[in-house]
């Protein structure tokens, strides 16, 4: 086996042409800074500070949401306590006129009742009057029948 010694010949060599590669990559990053990383980061900025003001205005409206909530709540149980209070009294009210047409009608019965008895009454009086009238006549009328001749009417 033989070993050959063979000199290295070095990738890079530094010379005229690395020194105005380095400043033409330093010109470019600059300009690239300027031209795109910064706008790039202005924007984000940008964009982070609207979404920290969305963050906090979504806070206000779930706030603003929760007091809303709160006051038709409020609002709520006030409507069902007026409805409520309404209805007792109305309840109320209409057992009270109930009661009261139950008299006014218990009371026109008893009226009509005793209107009723006294017409009641008087047609048994005139009937009366009448039966007492038609007997004396047909007694009348009988007895001059069975004694064949006008008896006269005192």
């Given at each position: 086996m033989e070993f050959e010694i063979t000199r290295a010949v070095a990738l890079i060599s530094i010379n005229a042409t690395l020194v105005a590669q380095l400043i033409s990559f330093l010109i470019f990053m600059m300009l690239i800074s300027r031209l795109m990383y910064q706008p790039l980061q202005d924007i984000m900025v940008e964009r982070d500070r609207q979404?920290?003001?969305?963050?906090?205005d979504i806070e206000t409206a779930e706030a603003d949401l929760e007091e809303i909530f709160y006051k038709i709540e409020?609002?709520?149980r006030k409507v069902k306590d007026e409805a409520f209070t309404s209805q007792h009294r109305l309840e109320k009210d209409g057992a009270a006129q109930a009661q009261e047409l139950f008299s006014n009608t218990n009371a026109e019965i008893g009226r009509l009742h005793e209107e009723t008895k006294k017409e009641v009454q008087?047609?048994?009086e005139d009937a009366r009057q009448y039966l007492a009238d038609e007997s004396e006549r047909v007694s009348m009328v009988i007895m001059e029948k069975a004694l064949d001749r006008r008896v006269a009417h005192e």
């Amino acid at each position: 086996m033989e070993f050959e010694i063979t000199r290295a010949v070095a990738l890079i060599s530094i010379n005229a042409t690395l020194v105005a590669q380095l400043i033409s990559f330093l010109i470019f990053m600059m300009l690239i800074s300027r031209l795109m990383y910064q706008p790039l980061q202005d924007i984000m900025v940008e964009r982070d500070r609207q979404v920290e003001q969305m963050k906090k205005d979504i806070e206000t409206a779930e706030a603003d949401l929760e007091e809303i909530f709160y006051k038709i709540e409020l609002e709520t149980r006030k409507v069902k306590d007026e409805a409520f209070t309404s209805q007792h009294r109305l309840e109320k009210d209409g057992a009270a006129q109930a009661q009261e047409l139950f008299s006014n009608t218990n009371a026109e019965i008893g009226r009509l009742h005793e209107e009723t008895k006294k017409e009641v009454q008087r047609q048994i009086e005139d009937a009366r009057q009448y039966l007492a009238d038609e007997s004396e006549r047909v007694s009348m009328v009988i007895m001059e029948k069975a004694l064949d001749r006008r008896v006269a009417h005192e």
